[in-house]
Nanobody, 127 residues
Framework: QVLLVESGGGLVQTGGSLRLSCAAS????????MGWFRQTPGKEREFVAA????????YYADSVKGRFTIFFDSTKNTVWLQMNSLKLEDTAVYFC????????????????????WGQGTRVTVSS
């Protein structure tokens, strides 16, 4: 079982930056994708970004393209989410997640494809 621990959340003003990290342990060969999702009260968890662990292919939600970057450090089993030009609507709890082999982009972006989840880290963007 993969254990995921997020960190790096906090309070930032609009236009600012934050970098989230997700440290993974208990890694298995069946883990292929790492993703970031976010959730606000009363709303469903939504896809933010994902990366193919061994190949590096990345996927982004339209709302964060050009502002967020997902990347990993394989030596540390850590996935990062660099968030720039933050907006008020980026305020949410951000979750790291792991998935096995996925075929389509739609699967990569689906919350239902991910079987392991971290506890979440809160990001608050203020004006």
């Amino acid at each position: 079982q993969v254990l995921l621990v997020e960190s790096g959340g906090g309070l930032v003003q609009t236009g600012g930056s934050l970098r989230l990290s997700c440290a993974a342990s208990g890694w298995t060969s069946s883990t292929s994708y790492m993703g970031w999702f976010r959730q606000t009260p009363g709303k469903e968890r939504e896809f933010v970004a994902a990366i193919l662990w061994r190949g590096g292919s990345t996927y982004y939600a339209d709302s964060v393209k050009g502002r967020f970057t997902i990347f990993f450090d394989s030596t540390k089993n850590t996935v990062w989410l660099q968030m720039n030009s933050l907006k008020l609507e980026d305020t949410a709890v951000y979750f790291c997640a792991a998935a096995g082999n996925l075929i389509t982009a739609a699967q990569v972006m689906s919350v239902n494809s991910y079987t392991e989840w971290g506890q979440g880290t809160r990001v608050t963007v203020s004006s």
